[in-house]
């Protein structure tokens, strides 16, 4: 199959749309891009059945080739992620190409072999069938939003050395059917798919985990940078003060030896208030504004980050706290998941309201629940993330995001048995939008409280695990 002209054409195309998929790339916007991936793939399908034809086994390395050239031109990625991402694309091409002809070997062929143009219907089908593997693969959760690492992560060994080996078994792999019996073949493909499956998830774990220790870095690096600069201004001060203390301890005891002169005293006091003056400024200026103070030096530090980051952005950052968490954080949740959850939901809200333009975040921390509420004049949620939420990975800043965060936030809610409200009612606050909030009061449940219409919503209503609650209007 893959050794017709027509075959290499599939091969070229869905390697194509691979690569666009896996990096979650759009089709280039620039007319002289869009032409040259049009030649490419008309082209160059020609070329590898010509060289297929006279020089066996080139054409594969030919297709890498010309795959991670005019990508790199086209989208100026990194020359090593563009490698990586080429032979992942080939390699998925190609492994699903074999699924295809072990299938139809196996069992379409023997239906199809007492027809006279079996061969033909054979090839048909087994193109049908690569399509429709294709556009399913890119519909699983893992990749719906293609492999966020690979943007990132330069160093994908176990994944290349795979993509190379299903490449390697495909280019060696006779179109008889009735030689796909060999054992070697088969198999290998089965541990292919369980490696690439166990190598996917720990990417996708370590990913996070950076994302994570990132987030935490930045939070360390911002209290760090306030402390250098108090540090900076309280060594001014100091070093002021070692010359000013034992000039005005000279002062008092000229004004001691000098029998009470009323002139001497009054500029002594002037001094003294001047002194007393400066310094309140200096302490006020040097002090941290809107410190917030959970009990909990970690969480005070992520406060003041996101707080500081919503500034960056033109967006009024406020929090509540009720109470000191110290009395239940522990016993109900532990601090990093608590940490981690507050972190997601803010950042989340912090990403609506700036895709919105909106200026407006709220935090309100109640430590006795304990519970976390978020407010925020962002863009609502789309109606396919409030059906998915738990069920798959979902982003609501595709192209950037991994959908992680909000996946995470729903799998600690199941983990402590909390509840997940969204409120997207008028009633909360004009300025907001919505309300994120998690209790962990055991109640285990998903509620929307929503404005919007039955017919809006009923994706929603195919979960028997969402309690809706919709206003009488």
């Known amino acids: 199959m893959q050794d017709t002209l027509i075959g290499f054409y599939f091969t070229v195309i869905l390697s194509v749309y691979n690569f666009i998929k896996l990096l979650s790339y759009k089709l280039p916007r620039r007319k002289t891009s869009k032409v040259l991936l049009c030649m490419y793939v008309f082209f160059m399908p020609i070329v590898l059945y010509i060289f297929k034809v006279n020089i066996p086994y080139l054409h594969v390395p030919i297709l890498i080739a010309s795959m991670v050239a005019i990508f790199k031109y086209i989208y100026n990625v990194d020359l090593l992620i563009t490698i990586n991402s080429s032979l992942f694309s080939i390699g998925l091409t190609y492994a699903v190409l074999m699924i295809c002809n072990i299938t139809t070997a196996f069992l379409i062929f023997p239906i199809l072999s007492n027809f006279s143009d079996s061969i033909l219907l054979l090839r048909m089908i087994s193109s049908i069938i690569r399509v429709i593997i294709h556009l399913c693969i890119f519909r699983l959760k893992r990749l719906e939003n293609g492999l966020s690492f690979l943007k990132k992560d330069k160093n994908t060994t176990l994944g290349t050395t795979i993509s190379v080996a299903i490449i390697i078994l495909t280019m060696f792999m006779s179109n008889n059917p009735s030689d796909l019996i060999y054992i070697v073949p088969v198999v290998s493909i089965f541990i292919i798919v369980i490696l690439f499956y166990l190598w996917n998830k720990f990417k996708f774990q370590q990913y996070y985990n950076t994302m994570t220790s990132k987030r935490e870095y930045n939070f360390l690096k911002h209290e760090m940078s306030i402390l250098i600069e108090q540090n900076e201004t309280l060594s001014k001060l100091i070093h002021k003060d070692n010359k000013l203390i034992p000039a005005l301890e000279m002062s008092v005891r000229t004004y001691m030896n000098s029998n009470g002169d009323k002139t001497v005293g009054e500029n002594l006091l002037l001094q003294l208030q001047n002194l007393s003056t400066e310094r309140k400024e200096v302490i006020y200026k040097s002090a941290p504004t809107d410190i917030y103070n959970t009990g909990l030096i970690a969480t005070d530090s992520l406060l003041n980050y996101f707080k500081a980051k919503a500034a960056e952005n033109s967006i ?151 309690i809706i609650e919709q206003p009488v209007q």
């Open 316 to 466: 009024e950052f406020s929090c509540i706290i009720s109470g000191n968490l110290t009395e239940t954080i522990g016993d109900t949740i532990s601090v990093s998941d608590f940490n981690s959850i507050l972190a997601d939901l803010i950042e989340n809200a912090l990403i609506a309201t700036k895709c919105n333009n909106g200026h407006h975040i709220h935090v309100v921390i109640i430590a006795d629940k304990p519970a976390i509420e978020v407010y925020d004049s962002g863009i609502p949620f789309d109606i396919k993330v409030l059906a998915g939420l738990g069920l798959k990975r979902i982003t609501t800043h595709k192209g950037t995001g991994t959908g992680i965060g909000l996946t995470s936030i729903y799998e600690f809610t199941e983990k402590y048995e909390a509840t997940l409200t969204i409120d997207e009612t008028t009633q909360i606050d004009p300025r907001f939008t919505k309300k994120v909030a998690i209790s962990f009061n055991s109640g285990k449940e998903y509620k929307l409280i929503t404005s919007r219409t039955k017919e809006d919503i009923k994706y929603l209503y195919r979960r028997e695990d969402v």
